[in-house]
């Protein structure tokens, strides 16, 4: 695996690998981190066992952390975080229970990987983190179940869970604020149409459409906050939002006003 400047084309990392039998990178959304995850086979070629090669980019000579699984174990589904610096796997023992596990690079620069908790016997086959991060939904999009489970990951516990029978696409919107799940007819040739939840997974409304295929919210344009400015603003969210909440107040009292 090669690391590459361009365009000058210089070598920036490099690492030999052996005995691959499947290799895929993911890149961070910031372009923070690349995982490697690699397939190895044994010398007999009879079992697989998977390994994280985890390239940290804004390190100095771009270290490489890896994190290996034990044989029996097999990875699922991989995503990273956005605008953050943790990641979620799926993994599970040969026939066996189905697990979520998260984990932290402890820093953009300079971090260590560890593990933050793993969640045990869980009914998904998919991971879909809110494009704001924070918030993750756990989907089972094989069979026809359609379990769908949110989990606030700073505090590792569920916030919401729902079923969409027969569901096979995910998409949050932008914003973080609402999620479609749907059924498409590329997939089923029943139950089409879509669900929209909130983050937290409160159904807002559901509707059926046949041969139903695709459902994409529109793009957002970038934020013209810089990365400073928006940890600010988070920071201090609660002096904002009393301001506000004193507005919505004193509009309660003008309507009870006018009931009277």
């Not at 943790?86 to 971090?111: L, T, W």
């Not at 704001?132 to 989990?151: H, Q, S």
């Not at 400073?228 to 506000?244: C, D, H």
Request: proline share 3%.
């Amino acid at each position: 695996v090669v690391l590459m400047d361009l365009p000058s084309r210089a070598e920036v990392r490099q690492k030999n690998l052996f005995s691959v039998a499947d290799l895929r990178m993911t890149w961070h959304d910031q372009g923070h981190f690349l995982c490697v995850k690699v397939d190895k086979h044994s010398k007999s070629k009879k079992t697989l066992n998977s390994v994280f090669e985890l390239f940290r980019l804004r390190d100095k000579e771009v270290p490489i952390e890896v994190i290996e699984f034990s044989k029996d174990t097999s990875v699922a589904a991989f995503a990273w975080e956005p605008k953050g610096i943790r990641y979620a796997v799926i993994h599970s023992q040969e026939g066996q229970r189905v697990d979520v596990s998260f984990y932290s690079m402890g820093s953009k620069y300079n971090g260590r990987v560890s593990l933050i908790k793993t969640l045990e016997k869980k009914a998904c086959s998919t991971l879909w983190w809110s494009p704001v991060g924070n918030i993750i939904l756990l989907a089972n999009l094989k069979g026809t179940a359609g379990n769908l489970e949110w989990i606030d990951v700073n505090v590792t516990q569920t916030i919401g869970e729902a079923e969409h029978f027969m569901v096979s696409d995910v998409e949050w919107d932008p914003t973080g604020r609402f999620v479609a799940t749907s059924v498409s007819h590329w997939r089923h040739q029943m139950e089409n149409g879509f669900i929209m939840w909130s983050s937290h997974g409160r159904e807002l409304s559901h509707e059926k459409k046949d041969k139903f295929y695709q459902l994409l919210w529109r793009p957002r344009p970038p934020t013209l906050l810089t990365e400073a400015k928006e940890k600010e603003i988070r920071k201090n969210l609660r002096t904002y939002s009393q301001r506000y909440e004193e507005e919505d107040e004193r509009q309660k009292t003008m309507l009870d006003a006018d009931l009277l």
